[in-house]
């Protein structure tokens, strides 16, 4: 008799074993169920470096120039450039709105999107811009026809997150 109740408690036993671990392995801390945030929210912020600029084949480099991205819903940004460059050829910030973007898992893209305006002092400017996030690192393509310049900027900013 008494080896059949050891049986049995062994048995109990072996069950409470097998339906905790199930238990464990079970729940998982895996973060592929919960939704991503869209592409404007992940791609939004502040991102601050170099931009190199070339008109007619002259090279400027532009140092710690800041780019602040704003999501405006699920799918659009506006991009705003800070002023750059030294008077009387300063470019004062520029704000680029209605920017689609796209992308998941830390690489997305920043459609082309066709600009214009006028500076607060009444300069007109136009231009497009187009470029990619990826992992938290900005590169943005920006083509700027300023004021009365025949030519304009090819411009290139590289800037992480920051």
């Known amino acids: 008799m008494k080896k059949i ?12 074993v097998l339906a905790t671990t199930a238990m464990f392995t079970s729940c998982s801390d895996d973060d592929k169920n919960e939704p991503e945030a869209p592409a404007a929210t992940a791609v939004a912020g502040t991102y ?45 910030g520029i704000t680029i709105t209605g920017v689609k973007v796209s992308g998941s898992e830390n690489t997305y893209s920043i459609a082309e999107s066709e600009f214009s305006g006028n500076t607060p002092t009444g300069t007109a400017y136009s231009g497009t811009a187009k470029g990619s996030v990826v992992d938290d690192n900005l590169t943005l393509n920006v083509q700027l026809q300023y004021g009365a310049m025949p030519m304009p900027l090819i411009c290139t900013i590289k800037a992480p997150k920051k």
């Not at 109740?5 to 409470?16: H, R």
Request: aromatic share 6%; net charge negative.
């Open 48 to 92: 601050t470096g170099d931009m190199t600029c070339s008109v007619m084949g002259s090279e400027s480099v532009f140092e710690n120039l800041t780019v602040t991205i704003a999501s405006t819903d699920d799918t659009t940004v506006s991009i705003t450039l800070s002023s750059f460059g030294e008077p009387p050829m300063q470019v004062p």
């Open 5 to 16: 109740k050891a049986i049995f408690a062994s048995m109990a036993m072996a069950i409470a």
